[in-house]
């Protein structure tokens, strides 16, 4: 296969991206293993505030390495800084919403 200088002066620069990235072999790589999990969550109540995480039900997309434990994965998520409001506090996760249950948990993977 040509490299690619060569291949953009023959068939233009539109194409010599595509023939490169369809035809030439790609190296294998490493895949990165975590945890993907789902929270079934709700309102805390003792927060009187309106911010729209507090509106939720499920939080999806929470990502932890191989091993966490759920309790871990619990407290990690709920000690996560969500915003400072305009008086300066700093709000967490565990201050407007509670963990019910964990609803998903699964390996998943992506590449490095």
């Known amino acids: 296969m040509r490299d690619m200088t060569e291949t953009t002066k ?5 194409y010599a991206g595509f023939i490169h990235s369809h ?4 190296l294998m790589k490493e895949k990165k293993r975590f945890l993907n ?8 109540p003792n927060y009187t505030g309106n911010h729209q995480l507090a509106s ?5 997309g929470n990502t932890f390495p191989l091993g966490t434990t759920k309790q871990e994965m619990t407290d990690e998520f709920l000690a996560e800084t969500v915003v400072k409001d305009m ?6 996760k565990g201050e ?6 964990i609803t998903k948990c699964f390996e998943d993977s992506c590449n490095d």
Request: aromatic fraction near 12%; avoid cysteine.
């Open 10 to 14: 023959t068939y233009g620069a539109n």
């Open 23 to 26: 035809l030439t072999p790609k």
């Open 37 to 44: 999990v789902t929270f079934k969550v709700e309102r805390h």
């Open 56 to 60: 939720f039900d499920h939080i999806m």
């Open 87 to 92: 008086e300066g506090k700093t709000w967490t």
């Open 96 to 101: 407007m919403i509670q963990v019910v249950e």
